[in-house]
């Protein structure tokens, strides 16, 4: 399959690696210099001249909703796996002829993920709880933090929306909010313009309370969460590939960071896309990041309103 990627920054030089490692011929679409083989400086080139059928977007945030609409004006039909958030704000999708679009949120792929969906199947869920974070200044060695998309709200930047994976796990697991509240913003010494911190509380269709703290301050990093069922506690450390219930560990492995990614890309190849979050969920990812800064603003709780 040939496969496009459009930015080339540290994401899009991993999905770029990784789909050449699927045995896909992949070309980048990317202003930026590079000694790429396969370089086309705008994506209308790239339509034109190498013919894709599989487009990932891995631009800024904050250019992700003009990227989708100038492969929708282009005419393209194939399949678009757009990086998460996938819009900074709320958007209207442009009429598209696309084949199937996905969100990169690709720890639905990861195992342990997988191994706590099923056992959660069919559990009367009480209470919730999930976190990630991880120093800001030691996410990409190479660079000065401050230069990055993450230090810049202009681009799309800031815990809530780059650390939108639990925001998308709470949502798949325990299903669409009902009611939430939010605390959070710029608040530590880091030099960034963007929020550094944040924690909802929601009330969700499955779940009565689930919590999310996200934030850029954890040294070490952590990333997991835990649920209360009415028979179980149910633990998942995803930093040391470890899922406990009771305390007693069920499973683990030890599944390397590029996993869920291939898995991803295995499934937007393969059209066994079940597991992927489409697009309507991802919105609804916007919608709740759009929720919980209003809720942070207003100090007080947002009701959704019925469809």
């Known amino acids: 399959m040939r496969s496009l990627v459009v930015g080339y920054g540290s994401i899009g030089r991993r999905h770029e690696r990784l789909l050449g490692e699927l045995g896909c011929e992949t070309a980048i679409a990317s202003r930026s210099a590079s000694d790429?083989?396969?370089r086309f400086a705008t994506i209308e080139s790239a339509l034109r001249n190498?013919?894709?059928e599989y487009v990932v977007v891995a631009t800024p945030t904050a250019q992700h909703f003009a990227v989708v609409r100038d492969l929708a004006a282009s005419g393209f039909g194939g399949r678009v796996l757009v990086e998460k958030p996938i819009f900074d704000k709320v958007q209207e999708w442009p009429r598209a002829a696309f084949s199937h679009v996905?969100?990169?949120y690709q720890l639905r792929c990861h195992p342990l993920v997988m191994a706590l969906t099923r056992l959660l199947s069919g559990q009367r869920l009480c209470e919730a709880e999930l976190q990630v974070g991880q120093w800001l200044p030691e996410w990409r060695a190479s660079?000065?933090?401050?230069?990055t998309y993450s230090a810049?709200?202009?681009?799309g930047g800031g815990a809530l929306r780059d650390l939108s994976h639990e925001l998308d796990l709470a949502l798949y697991l325990f299903g669409p909010w009902k009611k939430l509240t939010a605390l959070g913003g710029h608040l530590s010494d880091l030099e960034i313009d963007t929020d550094d911190a944040y924690t909802l509380l929601l009330e969700t269709s499955k779940c009565p309370s689930v919590s999310?703290?996200?934030n850029y301050l954890d040294r070490p990093r952590q990333r997991g969460l835990k649920v209360n069922t009415s028979t179980a506690t149910f633990a998942?450390?995803?930093v040391h590939g470890v899922l406990t219930q009771d305390g007693a560990v069920i499973e683990s492995t030890a599944t390397d960071i590029d996993h869920p990614y291939r898995e991803q890309h295995r499934a937007m190849i393969g059209g066994r896309t079940?597991?992927?979050?489409?697009?309507a969920e991802g919105l609804a990812v916007v919608h709740l990041i759009a929720a919980a800064e209003e809720a942070n603003r207003t100090s007080r709780w947002i009701i959704k309103s019925a469809p």
Do not use: K, M
């Not at 660079?143 to 230069?147: A, E, F, I, K, S």
């Not at 079940?274 to 697009?279: A, D, R, S, V, Y």
């Open 36 to 38: 790429h083989v396969r």
């Open 50 to 52: 190498w013919a894709p």
């Open 102 to 104: 996905a969100v990169a």
């Open 143 to 147: 660079r000065d933090y401050r230069t």
């Open 152 to 155: 810049i709200a202009a681009q």
């Open 212 to 214: 999310i703290r996200l």
């Open 236 to 238: 998942l450390d995803l």
């Open 274 to 279: 079940e597991t992927l979050c489409g697009f």
